[in-house]
T-cell receptor, first 114, second 113 residues
């Protein structure tokens, strides 16, 4: 595809529900990242995938957060038992294999937990 | 530890005036440095990056940034602001051994007609 695609663009959910966010990276980009952007703040790193290597989960804030990626394609970020503090924009980025390569970002999913 | 600091969460300039957005990093080893711009309801778009080549880096839309090791700074400038420059700007660093980028808290630029 032309760019990183994320869906849905907006998600409103009730506290306690599970949500699943999707990211479709740029074709050929083996590295994929998830970030969280809270209102008025910078981006917080959540998780990093590189090819078939074990993901770097060091940024996940709790065990309610998990992510999967099938090969070098689509990734899903799952938040279980959502809390109001999970409300944020979740951004996905992809890049070529080296960690210092340019990261290309999707438009994000705006999650609102009521 | 804070890896990157952006001074000024909001900056307002008049159309045609100089734009200066400040970014300082903390790293014993010069990192790779990036400036991204985020327009409303859009993802982040790369403006420019520093990768230890020339210290003055030119980016898109007339922006440039200068890497100053002695000041651990990577400030973003543009000689003449346009209305279309109104957006949020993020400075980011890539540190040796880290997979992700570390972002500053962002600076919202307002351009006054």
């Amino acid at each position: 595809g032309a760019g990183v695609s994320q869906s849905p663009s907006n998600k409103v959910t009730e506290k306690g529900k599970d949500v699943e966010l999707r990211c479709d990276p740029i074709s050929g980009h083996t590295a994929l990242y998830w970030y969280r952007q809270r209102l008025g703040q910078g981006l917080e790193f959540l998780i990093y995938f590189q090819g078939n290597s074990a993901p770097d989960k060091s940024g996940l804030p709790s065990d309610r957060f998990s992510a999967e990626r099938t090969g070098e394609s689509v990734s899903t970020l799952t938040i279980q038992r959502t809390q109001q503090e999970d409300s944020a924009v979740y951004l996905c980025a992809s890049s070529l294999p080296r960690g210092r390569n340019i990261q290309y970002f999707g438009a994000g999913t705006r999650l609102s937990v009521l | 530890a804070q890896s990157v600091t952006q001074l000024g969460s909001h900056v307002s300039v008049s159309e045609g005036a100089l734009v200066l957005l400040r970014c300082n990093y903390s790293s014993s080893v010069p990192p790779y440095l990036f400036w991204y711009v985020q327009y409303p309801n859009q993802g982040l778009q790369l403006l420019l990056k520093y990768t230890s080549a020339a210290t003055l880096v030119k980016g898109i839309n007339g922006f440039e940034a200068e890497f100053k090791k002695s000041e651990t700074s990577f400030h973003l400038t543009k000689p003449s602001a346009h209305m279309s420059d109104a957006a949020e700007y993020f400075c980011a660093v890539s540190l040796t051994g880290a997979n992700n980028l570390f972002f500053g808290t962002g600076t919202r630029l307002t351009v006054i007609p």
